[in-house]
């Protein structure tokens, strides 16, 4: 049972350098000490359920990928749903509409 932690701290460490974050940065996110989230990465104990959905908010990847490293199915991190969220009407469309030239971008 313990190899699941291990497979989890790796998605979670690999998750956390792609988005240029430090484990100092993430444990204060998560509201845990930097040693227990040292600990997490490196498979030696878990997070808390509501943490597990806290991280996952805030590294933008689902749960299922987290705990048992399915497909992953990217969603948008929780500061950037917060973002749009506190956005005026006119401000969405703008974001929309940086998002639409990203994607053409991006398919070329």
């Given at each position: 049972m313990q190899d699941y932690k291990k497979e989890m701290?790796?998605?979670?460490k690999k998750r956390r350098k792609e988005m240029n974050m430090t484990q100092e940065?993430?444990?204060?996110?998560?509201?845990?000490?930097?040693?227990?989230?040292?600990?997490?990465?490196?498979?030696i104990t878990g997070l808390s359920v509501e943490n597990i959905i806290k991280i996952s908010?805030?590294?933008?990847?689902?749960?299922?990928?987290?705990?048992k490293g399915e497909a992953e199915k990217e969603i948008f991190?929780?500061?950037?749903?917060t973002f749009y969220k506190n956005c005026?009407?006119?401000?969405?469309?703008?974001?929309?509409?940086i998002i639409k030239g990203m994607e053409r971008l991006v398919k070329k």
């Open positions: 701290g790796q998605r979670l940065q993430l444990s204060d996110r998560l509201n845990i000490s930097i040693k227990h989230y040292s600990e997490v990465e490196r498979g908010n805030v590294l933008g990847i689902s749960i299922d990928y987290i705990l991190p929780q500061d950037m749903i005026s009407m006119e401000q969405k469309k703008g974001f929309l509409q």
